[in-house]
């Protein structure tokens, strides 16, 4: 056996040696000046070529990838700026009547998309109800409940009709996901088409997509339409943008060190440090709306026990699992409603939850989880304790994700928890297979928003008139519900969010839901390469301002 | 003298250096097993416990192969995934036999029409993607072991299966099938006395080496996301899980990916060794 | 007493009554019947086995669409399933699909709204070239490496099949990363991102040329060794003939058939070879085309992409026929 | 005895025509084999000269060094061969320290090698043009156009018909004879003085066999020295000047090929001539008697069928057709009828393809006739079911040419007997061991090989196991089919002598199928003669062997190489220059 061992041992270091080695020289490779010399000019047009994750099958759509290549081809009516304020677009003003029910969008003159037909009012007014209707399932949801109609006042006024009151409407319209199309594309055009180049009146247009591998996205010579947070009008600097799909983390990274990448989306936690000290950009995005959370299965089975989900949640050390597999990159979240960077965030929400072993063994006991099996589970008439714990690995859940919910496995395994982890394979996930009320007892999942309306989304009672999937505690309780709306409805910014708080602290106090971590979206740029900057609304890249120096 | 004598191939005398071979491999699938049997025994800690201070430790005397992100012991993980992976390869394999003994015999005794049948269903294994096999199996059954061992053992299937019935075959036209005919023995008694044992002996070799493949096929899976629940220690579980640290940590996938190539070399030096011995027709 | 018979002329002796198919025509057909036996199965179980597959396929395509997993409304789904008719009966659908399939028609992808044969055509040439290159490396390996070992003293030849075994035993992907880490990311001598082009495919190709020279080397020294024994070697070597002559003139053409074999078999499994380096070198190609479409269950995809995989299998059956009567005459009338 | 080393006085010297230069003079050879260290001797003390024109003969069994002591002259004889000789000297060069480079300049050029049947010893896979063109290649003959000339020149020497046609063939397309001829053309493509012609012969139908001795008695006329390498006293009786004997790697006796076979001194020559089995032996024993082990006739009871007197088997207008793989049917039998009777030996001689051992096949009903009919001891035995048969099959069995691949590799000797005990026949596992034991003792073997495995036993040893085996049911009938054709000769006549034995004592009837009419003759009480699947002749031994009726029963006795020097072979006009026919493939 030893003699083994030793054999082993000693081969594999060598090959780990020699592997390290090469990684060394890699590294100097890699490392040495890449920064530009001081006062290094800047150069027209040139390829950025930036480094993605994940390749959708069309370009606009209502999965954030979608939202994060759509962004660069088309304009929204509003944009979000770093200070979380709405600014124009493609809509110079904009205005909401005293009853909240009708908004008036006045739109910039002689903006025209890339096939030449003018964006006006009817073209607006056309794109609200082709996302109603699905042509964008993530805005319709948005949508949803509140959207009546849309008409065109004049040539460049269009007015949106509402149901209800909902003050952050035009908040939640600089999401990607309302980005405008030209109408004549939509009509004429095959879905083909559409899914695979959009017309849109952007920065830039698709240009080649080669699928698996990368798309392009040309310069739209005429642009005209930045929006006010831009940082120079006209034109993007850059004529081309490749934008490669590599949906390997590591191979990203790599391609940037390797200088086959000016840009790259999504560092893993283990390269940040590292790339920081290679002296590459990094931008961290911190996605407001709800953050990777895990919320109880209220309706079936152990968690319809709310001391059984305090249990859970005491038993986890949630802050230390994050700090050490998120190297300090990905912040530690302790709200389950909304991320740190919503407006109407709840500190006491956050925190109302701490590592608590002896409390969590208490409640147990209390429940009558009084018995505990050989492997330390515990049991209470014959039935031990399992959780069904089902994520869909890769896509939801990332590498470091899934590492930290082994974390989370483990921990609740010293209050007697059995977490079963079940990874669940993409199409098994997009099937509903585990979404059903008897498909978990903790899911766990992000959304992200722009503001704190996503509760409204998530909490919403699930009622066979007006069913709410999204609802993914089946949590029905009229009056969070309650709560939720009036607060959409506030019109009135500080009583919004002390509302928003109130459904997050009422959220807590039930232990129907506890964050993870924030979900990032991070970016590693080439110093070569500047103002490559994060929209707010959802933190992808905007290539508009960006260009080379030497 | 034999100096001035141009070299040609020499009278096969490999048998020495086979008992090397077979040793060393004997000696390897030994351990392994060992492994499999008893961990606890041979592992220096837990596999499943972690600690956020000891992360991504490379190796040394205290972790023989590091640790991984959680700080668990990668070599007790190793360890510990010997049984789940030796499973695999071992169901893998014997699956895989016995589909392609079921077809293989079919094709090979049946008549026409049903043998003709048989054969075509051996093709169209072959021709389905392994991969699809496996996407589907795991879509369907989830990822766990036994989807493994299922996936890859169809997918072997179809190989083992024309062997088998070349195996039948020539079995079946050889001379002592048609002395004991002359013997006046009945078909079935030929069949189970003869035909079927002479078959089966390649089959040991075969499965022999097939639980090398099987594991090295059931890591690849493994490593498409076809793979066991993490945080099992399964191999390919492990190789999985390693990916994301290549540049920082490549211990994490280095030394387990040596793991699996040293047991599958072991078990296709011992299948090669079944293998010779059995031509050579020493029972 | 002595009975005799006057000989006959031999003719009489063969009664020849000669079939009415010739008997290469006959052959051929066969083989023409065989191949679309194995497509149709393949494709049969390829759609069946998606039909078995677990939850809504309207749900999937919407929730994919949305990068969602929850369930979803009748109301949400009822376009969608008029659009792709799956409310219909299976043996509608099935019957729709092999119909389409006579046609030469694939379908429509689900989630790239294209015809299935734009997609496949589109991505075929990148798996096809990868196939290739790495056939072409393997056999240069394998043969450079038999050549030299094979049948010569007992230590190179224990050192010339232990490589062939270790290196049939390396686990693709364990071979690519190390390739990766050391040749890309290390040396840098070849791009982290194979992508298409030419020094693209270097790494990729020998990913999975080593092992399957491994697997070749391992059937190809047996059969090397066996004719190097063989008499016509010795009456070869008898007319004056070199050593390395009789190697590269005669042995190989008799050793390799095995290795003939197994390319075949590795065309076919090509694709299932091929997601592994495809992933791990970020090079398009069919294999992540195969795991995106299971994985949204785009069916069309799915199937379009199996009866390609099955056809493959079926040319490069073929194609082994083909080079086994050309490389052993003997075989044509067998 | 015959070690005197000296080569001035080696026997050949003033004998025949006067002296002639010697071409190759081998002096004191001695070659061993070193395995793991320890030089295993295989060749000891060979000395001879070969002069021009001449033929020396080395004789000798399986592993007397015959072959080893050929393929030193041309430096082959494998890396783990351990050579030591006073001198081997090729006209003025030394070969004992040549450079690979020298050999190969020697080899083909100097020195032709013509090794057994050429369908394995030409590269099956190329056209014989091709290899005997590389033949020229190597040794720079000539431009590529003069090559192809000279190859096609070479096949006429060789009696071979449209060469232009025949250059474009491969060896299994050729028939036996053309192939054979393509070879020695390669060997002899650059007209080396001296050809090595190991086993030339051997595996070749008595014709073909015929047309090779000829063709090297035509080459040694025109002054090539030839070294004839053989097992078969009788090939060599009549071409050879010079033989050497040899056994176990020594030279046994060395003279002029008169004295060697009129009156040879070594009782090893002395068994090896009176081994070789023909007309003239038979009734007399070929082996030196070995004690003949205790007859067990009870234990071979065969009362349900000792009434009847008819012929235990009869056969009538028995047909058999066999499809071509170009999808063509020929008639492998036709109209093949024949009865034995009891106590009888009827043999069956053809060449190969003659149909004789599918006609076997039939007899044993494993092979079921398209037309005629087979009665065993007078009752249905073709036309009945197989279930039926079974239990009628202890009557006959059958004794393989190969017995290696008739044992299942996986049984011990013991296990093979047992099974082959009629079911039922012994109450007791006592009895049927001592019935095991019994059969061992009537075949010769010792009990020690009960618990061998087939791959462990000696030839010799295997045909007795297969012949214990075949007794075993105690049958009526044995078929013996080639049942000692693959067996060196004193191992032949051995078994031979056994068979004779066991019919004796059993009163057994043989179907005694072989190619070799030695052997027949010294067997068969009738004979048939088979060609193309048609019995060509019937008729006792003494008839067919004394006043043959057929020409092809006459020209197989033509071609039969006997041991009496003088009578060189004949070969009919038909056979030497094939019909154009032949070598083409069917």
């Not at chain 3, 052959?27 to 939850?55: D, S, Y």
């Not at chain 4, 001797?41 to 070969?50: A, G, I, T």
């Not at chain 4, 190969?402 to 047992?418: A, G, H, Q, V, Y």
Request: net charge negative; proline share 5%; with cysteine.
């Amino acid at each position: 056996m030893t003699l083994m061992h030793k054999h082993t041992l000693k081969t594999a270091q060598l090959i780990a040696a020699g592997v390290a080695a090469m990684l060394a020289l890699s590294g100097c490779s890699a490392g040495g000046s890449i920064q530009p010399e001081a006062g290094a000019k800047q150069v027209k047009g040139g390829t950025v070529s930036y480094g993605h994750q994940q390749e959708p099958a069309c370009v606009f759509g209502g999965w954030i990838e979608q939202a994060y290549l759509s962004y660069q081809v088309l304009d929204n009516l509003v944009s979000l700026d770093d200070n979380h304020t709405i600014v124009p677009w493609l809509a110079e003003t904009w205005q909401a009547s005293d009853d909240q029910l009708t908004w008036t969008f006045t739109l910039k003159e002689g903006v025209s998309f890339t096939d030449g037909t003018p964006v006006n009012a009817e073209a607006i007014a056309y794109n609200f109800d082709y996302w109603a209707a699905g042509g964008n399932s993530t805005a319709a949801v948005w949508l949803g409940g509140y959207y009546e109609s849309a008409e065109a006042l004049d040539e460049l006024t269009v007015q949106v009709n509402l149901a209800k009151p909902y003050p952050l409407f035009a908040e939640n319209l600089t999401q990607a996901y309302f980005g405008i199309q030209s109408k004549q594309a939509l009509e004429t055009r095959t879905e083909e088409e559409n899914c695979a180049s959009p017309i849109g009146s952007g920065a830039f247009t698709v240009g080649e997509w080669n699928r698996g591998e990368n798309i392009e996205l040309l310069r739209n010579d005429d642009y005209t339409s930045p929006p006010a947070n831009a940082r120079h009008d006209g034109a993007a600097y850059v004529e081309k943008v490749d934008w490669k799909f590599i949906s390997d983390a590591t191979t990203r990274v790599s391609a940037l060190r390797a200088g086959e990448a000016d840009a790259i989306y999504d560092v893993p936690a283990i390269e940040w440090a590292g790339i920081g000290e290679q002296g590459y950009d990094q931008l961290k995005y911190v996605t407001p709306g709800r953050p990777q959370q895990i919320s109880f299965n209220t309706a079936r089975g152990i968690f319809t026990d709310e001391n059984l989900r305090k249990a859970f949640v005491y038993s986890l050390d949630r802050e230390s699992i994050v700090d050490t597999i998120g190297k300090g990159v990905i912040p530690y979240e302790g709200n389950g409603a909304v991320s740190r960077t919503t407006p109407g965030y709840s500190e006491k929400a956050a925190d109302a939850y701490s590592f608590d072993l002896e409390k969590a063994n208490q409640l147990l006991d209390a429940a009558g989880w009084t018995e505990r099996d050989d492997d330390g589970y515990r049991v209470k008439d014959g039935k031990r304790l399992d959780v069904l714990f089902p994520y869909s690995g890769g896509t939801i859940i990332n590498a470091d994700g899934a590492s930290i919910l082994q974390g989370v496995q483990q921990q609740a395994k010293a209050a007697g928890f059995n977490v079963d982890l079940i990874p669940i394979p993409p199409s098994a996930a997009a099937s509903g297979k585990y979404s059903g009320v008897d498909g978990y007892d903790i899911s766990v999942g992000y959304w992200t928003s722009v503001n704190a309306g996503i509760q409204y989304i998530n909490w919403r009672q699930n009622l066979p008139e007006s069913p709410n999937n999204w609802n993914s505690a089946f949590y029905n309780d009229p009056q969070l519900e309650d709560i939720i709306v009036r607060a959409n409805s506030a019109a009135d910014l500080d009583e919004q969010n002390a509302l928003y708080a109130e459904a997050q602290e009422y959220i807590a106090d039930r232990a129907l839901s506890v964050g993870l971590y924030d979900r990032l979206s991070t970016l590693a740029v080439n110093p070569h390469l500047k103002d490559v900057w994060q929209e707010s609304a959802q933190g992808g890249p905007v290539f508009h301002d960006a260009y080379f120096v030497e | 003298m034999t100096g001035v004598l141009e070299r040609t191939v020499a009278p096969v005398q490999r048998r020495r250096r086979v008992r090397v071979g077979f040793l060393a491999s004997a000696v390897t699938i030994g351990v392994f097993l060992a492994a499999a049997v008893t961990p606890h025994v041979l592992a220096p800690s837990d596999p499943f416990t972690m600690d956020f201070t000891r992360a991504l430790q490379s190796p040394s005397l205290a972790h023989w192969f590091g640790t991984d992100e959680s700080g668990r012991d990668l070599f007790s993980r190793v360890i510990y995934g010997a049984r789940e992976s030796l499973a695999i390869g071992v169901g893998a394999a014997g699956l895989g036999v016995l589909v392609a003994l079921v077809l293989g015999s079919i094709a090979a005794l049946a008549g026409r029409i049903l043998a003709g049948i048989v054969n075509r269903v051996i093709e169209v294994l072959f021709a389905f993607p392994t991969l699809l096999l496996a996407l589907l199996l795991v879509s369907i059954l989830g990822s766990s072991p036994l989807t493994l061992v299922i996936a890859v053992g169809l997918g072997s299937a179809p190989g083992y299966a024309r062997m088998v019935r070349g195996q039948i075959l020539s079995s079946k036209n050889s001379g002592y099938v048609e002395a004991a005919r002359a013997l006046g023995h009945a078909r079935f008694t030929i069949f189970r006395r003869h035909i079927l044992p002479n078959a089966l002996r390649p089959l040991i070799a075969i499965f022999t080496m097939g639980v090398g493949q099987s594991i090295v096929w059931a890591s690849g899976m493994a490593f498409i996301g076809l793979g066991v629940a993490p945080p099992s220690p399964e191999w390919g579980a492990l190789l999985d899980a390693g990916r994301a640290y290549i540049t920082q940590a490549s211990w994490l996938i280095v030394l387990p990916g040596f793991v699996i190539v040293v047991l599958a070399l072991a078990a296709t030096t011992l299948g090669k060794h079944i293998q010779s011995s059995l031509e050579k027709g020493d029972a | 007493m002595t009975r005799t018979l006057s000989s006959r002329p031999a003719d009489a002796a063969t009664a020849a009554r000669r079939p009415i198919l010739s008997p290469r025509v006959r052959r051929i057909v066969e083989k023409l019947v065989a191949a679309a036996v194995v497509l149709w199965g393949a494709a049969t179980a390829a759609f069946l086995a998606q039909i078995a597959l677990p939850g809504d396929r309207a749900t999937t395509i919407l929730n994919v669409r949305s990068g969602q997993t929850q369930l979803r409304t009748p109301e949400e789904l009822a376009s969608i399933n008029a659009e792709y008719g799956l409310q219909n009966p299976i043996l509608v659908q099935y019957l729709d699909y092999v119909g389409g399939l006579l046609r030469g028609d694939l379908g429509v992808s689900y989630q790239q709204h294209r015809p299935v044969w734009g997609i496949i055509s589109e991505q075929v040439g990148a798996t096809l070239t990868l196939t290739a290159v790495t056939l072409v490396l393997a056999w240069v390996l394998m043969i450079f490496w038999v050549t030299l070992t094979a049948g010569r003293g007992t230590k190179i030849r224990a050192l010339g099949s232990g490589v062939d075994t270790v290196t049939a035993g390396l686990p693709p992907y364990w071979l690519g990363i190390l390739l990766l880490l050391v040749f890309a990311l290390g040396l840098g001598w070849f791009p982290v991102i194979g992508g298409t082009g030419v020094d693209g495919i270097v790494l990729p190709a020998l990913t999975l040329a080593i092992p399957l020279a491994g697997f070749m080397g391992q059937a190809t020294r047996t059969e090397f060794e066996r004719s190097l024994t063989a008499p016509f070697i010795i009456t070869a070597r008898m007319r004056g003939m070199s050593d390395l002559n009789i190697r590269l003139r005669h042995v190989l053409r008799h050793a390799i058939l095995p290795a003939v074999t197994l390319s075949g078999w590795a065309i076919g499994a090509t694709i299932s070879g091929a997601v592994i380096v495809e992933s791990l070198f970020t090079r398009p190609g069919i294999g992540s085309v195969l795991i995106t479409a299971v994985d949204s269950q785009d069916l069309p995809v799915v199937t379009g992409v199996v009866v390609l995989v099955a056809a493959t299998y079926v040319v490069a059956n073929l194609l082994v026929d083909l080079a086994y009567t050309v490389i052993d005459p003997r075989m044509r009338n067998s | 005895m015959m070690t005197i080393l000296d080569s001035s006085v080696l026997p050949g010297i003033g004998q025949g025509p006067a002296a002639r230069p010697v071409r190759l003079s081998v002096n004191n050879l001695n070659v061993g084999f070193s395995h793991h260290g320890t030089v295993r001797p295989v060749v000891r003390n060979v000395s001879f000269n070969l002069e021009e024109g001449q033929c020396v003969a080395i004789v000798g069994e399986s592993g007397s060094g015959k072959s080893v002591t050929a393929r030193t002259l041309v430096g082959l004889t494998g890396q783990h061969a351990v050579v030591d000789a006073g001198g081997i000297r090729l006209g003025d060069d030394d070969l004992t320290a040549l450079s690979p480079k020298r050999w190969r300049s020697i080899r083909g050029r100097r020195i032709g090698f013509i090794l057994q049947d050429a369908l394995v010893s030409l590269d099956p896979l190329r056209p014989v043009g091709k290899e005997i063109e590389e033949a020229l290649t190597l040794h720079g003959w000539g431009d590529r156009a003069s090559r192809k000339r000279k190859v096609l020149d070479l096949l006429a020497s060789v009696g071979v018909p449209a060469p232009r046609n025949r250059a474009r063939q491969r060896p299994d397309e050729l028939s036996g004879g053309l192939r054979q001829r393509a070879l020695i053309a390669s060997a002899i493509a650059l007209d080396p003085e001296i050809v090595i012609a190991d086993e030339p012969t051997t595996a070749l139908d008595v014709t073909v066999q015929a047309q090779v001795l000829l063709l090297l008695e035509d080459m040694k006329r025109r002054g090539t020295s030839i070294l004839l390498i053989s097992h078969d006293l009788s090939v060599v009786a009549h071409l050879a000047d010079q033989i050497l004997v040899m056994s176990g790697g020594e030279v046994v006796e060395q003279g002029t090929a008169h004295s060697i076979l009129t009156d040879p001194q070594h009782p090893y020559t002395q068994g090896l001539i009176n081994a070789v089995p023909s007309r003239d032996t038979r009734g007399s024993r070929l082996a030196p008697a070995r004690e003949v082990a205790p007859v067990h006739t009870a234990a071979h009871a065969n009362d349900d069928h000792a009434g009847f007197d008819g012929p235990v088997l009869e056969a009538t207008g028995l047909v058999k057709h066999f499809t071509a793989p170009d999808g063509s049917r020929t008639a492998a039998v036709n109209d093949v009828s024949f009865s034995l009777g009891r106590g009888e030996t009827l043999g069956i001689v053809g060449e190969s393809g003659s149909g004789k051992s599918t006609t076997a096949r039939i007899a044993l009903a494993l092979e079921n006739a398209d037309a005629g009919t087979v009665r065993l001891l007078g009752q249905d035995w073709s036309a009945i079911p197989e279930t039926r048969r079974r239990r009628l099959r202890k009557q006959i069995s059958v004794v393989y040419q190969d017995p290696l691949s008739s044992f299942d590799p996986r049984w011990n000797t013991e296990r093979i007997l047992l099974d082959s005990l009629p079911a039922g026949a012994f109450a007791t596992a006592a009895q049927r061991r001592e019935r095991v034991l019994a059969l061992l003792a009537q075949v010769g073997l010792p009990d020690s090989v009960l618990h061998r495995f087939p791959l462990q036993l000696s030839g010799g040893q295997r045909q007795r196991v297969a012949i214990a085996r075949a007794l075993a049911p105690s049958p009526s009938i044995v078929v013996l089919d080639e049942a000692v054709s693959a067996l060196d000769v004193s191992i032949q006549a051995q078994i031979l002598d056994l068979l004779v034995d066991l019919q004796r004592q059993f009163g057994l009837s043989y179907l005694f199928i072989s190619h070799d009419l030695g052997v027949i003759s010294h067997m068969s009480d009738r004979v048939l003669v088979m060609k193309d699947g048609f019995v060509v002749e019937s008729g006792t031994a003494d008839q067919i062997f004394t006043a043959p009726a057929h020409p092809y029963t006459k020209e197989l006795l033509g071609a039969l190489p006997t041991l009496d020097e003088n009578h060189s072979v004949s070969v009919s006009p038909a056979a030497s220059v094939p019909p154009a026919t032949e070598g083409s493939a069917p």
